[in-house]
């Protein structure tokens, strides 16, 4: 059974920063991974999606890196901002029919001003 | 851009009652799923469609029930309320594989079965 974990749990850091969150997977035969952001009270907004093919995907101050092999994912955010603040979840899909995703637990980030 | 529509935001219900959590999509996507999110366990998948007229478990499909008359529409029907289903429940839709895959959530329905 696919397992997903997402370290850290919680991170807090200064406005500015650079920083990575990071998403492992027990079984690297993945169709995809995305990236989803989450707000309190919110739905989930897919920030980056990673075909198995690909080694990543960028979008403006966001980069995803796929290690397949290895069974993991790094999501790059780049001069962090306050409104970065949230809840990031890595999930995978196994195949290409409908089956759904497996999602980490997340990393709860704060950005502090 | 409606997206994914769900209702009720909120509800309580007691042990036994039964309720269905609405869910529609504006992007004629084909698929369709459930999901419920608890603290500490992740989101997991309930019951997934792929079109009308075709459904299938999930991860945790017992006590839900689902059905898909329309490519818009996919209901999920608590049959008799327990209190483990207290959770926050998500619908979501996508194209099919080949297309764009992205995920788009609902916002949510948080529910308590007392």
């Known amino acids: 059974k696919q397992e997903v974990t997402q370290i850290p749990a919680a991170l807090s850091v200064p406005e500015g920063e650079n920083l990575v969150l990071n998403c492992s997977f027990t079984d690297s035969a993945i169709y995809n991974l995305q990236w989803f952001r989450q707000d309190p009270g919110k739905g989930l907004t897919s920030l980056l999606l990673i075909q198995s093919s690909q080694r990543e995907q960028t979008s403006g101050r966001l980069n995803a890196s796929l290690d397949k092999s290895s069974g993991r994912s790094t999501l790059y955010i780049a001069a962090s901002q306050p409104g970065d603040s949230a809840t990031y979840l890595c999930?995978?899909?196994?195949?290409?029919?409908?089956?759904?995703?497996?999602f980490g637990k997340g990393t709860h980030l704060i950005i502090q001003p | 851009n409606a997206g994914v529509t769900q209702t009720p935001k909120f509800q309580v219900l007691k042990t036994g009652q039964s309720m269905t959590l609405q869910c529609a999509q504006d992007m004629n996507h084909e698929y369709m799923s459930w999901y419920r999110q608890d603290p500490g366990m992740g989101l997991r998948l309930i019951h997934y469609?792929?079109?009308?007229?075709?459904?299938d478990q999930g991860e945790v499909p017992n006590g839900y029930n689902v059905s898909r008359s329309t490519t818009e529409d996919f209901p999920l029907r608590l049959l008799s309320a327990a209190p483990s289903q207290t959770s926050v429940y998500f619908c979501a839709s996508s194209r099919k594989p080949g297309q764009d895959e992205k995920l788009f959530f609902g916002s949510g329905t948080q529910l308590s079965v007392l």
């Open positions: 469609s792929v079109g009308a007229g075709i459904t």
């Open positions: 999930a995978v899909k196994r195949g290409g029919g409908a089956d759904g995703l497996t």
